[in-house]
């Protein structure tokens, strides 16, 4: 059977995006069983979804395995689905969709990750039991957003002092609320965590526009700031597991 896998991402227009989506894909290709690995986007930037499905629908795979590479399963997932399932009324190839990056476990080993490097980097040796969590996400106002960032909170809190979250835009609590409330809980040590698939412009630019201030207000004692998702080998194993799910419930 000859099976392709088609990665529908968001879109930026900052290169470093691309260039993350590039390296995903060459590792899909190399780990999985497919004969071609693309990706596409959903908004922003081209290839648009109806060329990335065009493409690789006309590489005539027998099954296409449609990822949407998104954190949260809101209303973009929901949209990427609907428009790529348009597809399956004209073409005999099998058209497969994958749930979201969202509500694993995996998500919560690589934060986690994330905050110990940042810890490192700094040169902090700190007890994580006495480092304090603010996870910054996008934001959506579908309320699925909330509840996969509730399940990371769930998975760190464990070995955490306090974790909480707030978002870039669309719902509360803010950046500066989020900041806040932090502040009310005196931390030692806080680790602020970019929850972004991405280095786009949000990672690179917007979320300091509203962090640095609030942290310039709140007067905090040492604070470090985690690096995004990024191209993790972790992510290919879950996307490649997200894919197996089903294709082999296709079966």
Do not use: W
């Amino acid at each position: 059977m000859k099976r392709g896998l088609l990665v529908i991402d968001r879109g930026s227009r900052e290169h470093e995006a691309e260039q993350e989506l590039n390296l995903m894909c060459s590792r899909l290709l190399e780990r999985g069983s497919y004969e071609f690995v693309d990706y596409c986007f959903l908004e922003v930037v081209p290839p648009f979804l109806d060329q990335g499905m065009a493409d690789a629908l006309n590489r005539h795979p027998d099954e296409l395995t449609i990822v949407p590479y998104f954190l949260y399963p809101g209303r973009k997932v929901k949209a990427a689905v609907t428009d790529a399932m348009k597809f399956q009324a004209g073409t005999d190839v099998k058209l497969v969709v994958t749930r979201a990056m969202s509500m694993h476990r995996t998500m919560v080993d690589i934060v986690e990750g994330r905050i110990l490097a940042a810890l490192k980097d700094a040169g902090l040796d700190t007890p994580t039991g006495e480092v304090d969590v603010l996870i910054i996400g996008h934001g959506s106002k579908d309320p699925n957003a909330a509840i996969s960032i509730r399940y990371l909170m769930d998975g760190l809190s464990p070995r955490y002092r306090n974790v909480d979250y707030c978002f870039l835009e669309l719902e509360q609590p803010d950046i500066a609320h989020g900041i806040e409330k932090c502040k009310a809980n005196r931390p030692r040590v806080l680790a602020v965590v970019f929850y972004f698939l991405h280095e786009g412009a949000h990672v690179k630019r917007d979320i300091y526009e509203d962090l640095n201030p609030a942290l310039e207000g709140a007067d905090l004692g040492k604070v470090v700031i985690t690096k995004h998702i990024g191209a993790d080998e972790r992510m290919v194993d879950l996307i490649l597991e997200r894919a197996k799910e089903v294709e082999d419930a296709a079966r």
